[in-house]
């Protein structure tokens, strides 16, 4: 008998579908969802990080959702943490916990318990590094990154400045690559008895579902909340208007670029953002992979994760 504690991952690309059917799933098993999402844990943004709103929830209880102010930082180190402070909540419930977005790395964080303690900041250093950054742009600090630790430029987005200096200093702090402490940390065993579903689509098909949601987006209002994000105060260095849709909008508000220049830039680099993602899946190892082309229905979908659920026993007697 395995005396792990149950968890069950559901994640993949943005605009795959994993919102409605994390809701099916949670309702057949008994369970709980974390959202492993970088922009849903803000509150007043809304629109643009497609967060679930609680009249979609159908009485399914989600966490890490509405945390947080836009003004605060929010990473790695910062959502496992919470994860598993509520994770232990959840089972003190005697629930499933599901973890539910499609951040690799957040999941990555819990399901092997990564360790952050080798990475605390060096103040001074990242200070020098903001700086390079804000005279000659992310790309140098970017080129410097790929000069220590090529690997990493694979997962981490030029533009993600705070990601970048955290590996950066993470090297100089340790003489380590970044990238090889979370090889290491992920060759770990889970201290969990774990199902992770990774669902996707047919390209195609999820950039035109992405297409249409920006679309959705600026029908809903999309200007009109970032207009009332920078009239709180919010800027573009923060942490949370470097979110896709939210930056880009924010650009059109400054002057920077017209509404139809900044809608097609949301489309192009929720596009790539999606492909990134797929590229990080196909990394992970351990997992069940869910084409919706091999399905006809969420049902079938559903029918089958239980199954495995069921095979693994990670689902209460």
């Known amino acids: 008998m395995n005396d792990k504690k149950p968890l069950v991952i559901l994640t993949g690309p943005t605009a795959v579908g994993k919102t409605k059917l994390s809701i099916s ?3 057949a098993i008994d369970g709980e969802i974390i959202s492993a999402d970088s922009m849903q844990v803000y509150r007043h943004m ?7 709103m609680p009249e979609e929830m159908s009485g399914i209880k989600h966490h890490l959702i509405d945390i947080l102010e836009p003004n605060e930082d929010f990473h790695v180190v910062k959502f496992q943490t919470l994860a598993k402070e509520v994770m232990q909540n959840i089972y003190e419930k005697g629930k499933i916990p599901i973890i539910v977005g499609g951040t690799g790395f957040y999941i990555q964080s819990v399901l092997y318990d990564i360790d952050f303690t080798e990475s605390e900041e060096d103040t001074a250093f ?3 590094l903001e700086e390079l950054a804000r005279k000659e742009g992310s790309e140098v600090l970017f080129e410097r990154l790929r000069s220590i630790d090529p690997e990493s430029c694979n997962i981490i987005h030029a533009n993600n400045i705070k990601r970048v200096i955290r590996a950066i200093e993470f090297y100089k702090k340790t003489g380590k690559r970044i990238s090889e402490h979370n090889k290491e940390q992920h060759e770990k065993p889970s201290p969990y008895n774990f199902a992770y579903f990774i669902l996707d689509d047919d390209r195609a098909v999820l950039y035109e579902r992405i297409n249409k949601r920006v679309d959705e987006m600026l029908k809903s209002g999309l200007v009109d909340e970032v207009k009332s994000l920078k009239e709180m105060g919010c800027t573009s260095d923060m942490v949370s208007m470097q979110g896709l849709g939210y930056k880009e909008i924010l650009e059109y508000l400054d ?3 017209t509404l139809d220049e900044a809608v097609y830039k949301i489309k192009r680099d929720t596009r790539h953002f999606a492909k990134r993602q797929l590229t990080w899946f196909r990394r992970e190892q351990d997992v069940i992979r869910l084409s919706r082309q091999d399905f006809t229905s969420d ?3 559903l029918q089958y994760m239980l199954q495995i659920l069921t095979d693994k026993v990670i689902l209460y007697n």
């Open 299 to 301: 049902t079938l979908i």
């Open 25 to 27: 799933l949670a309702k």
């Open 46 to 52: 809304d629109i643009g990080s497609a967060k679930i």
């Open 126 to 128: 990242r200070s020098e």
């Open 255 to 257: 002057g920077n670029c």
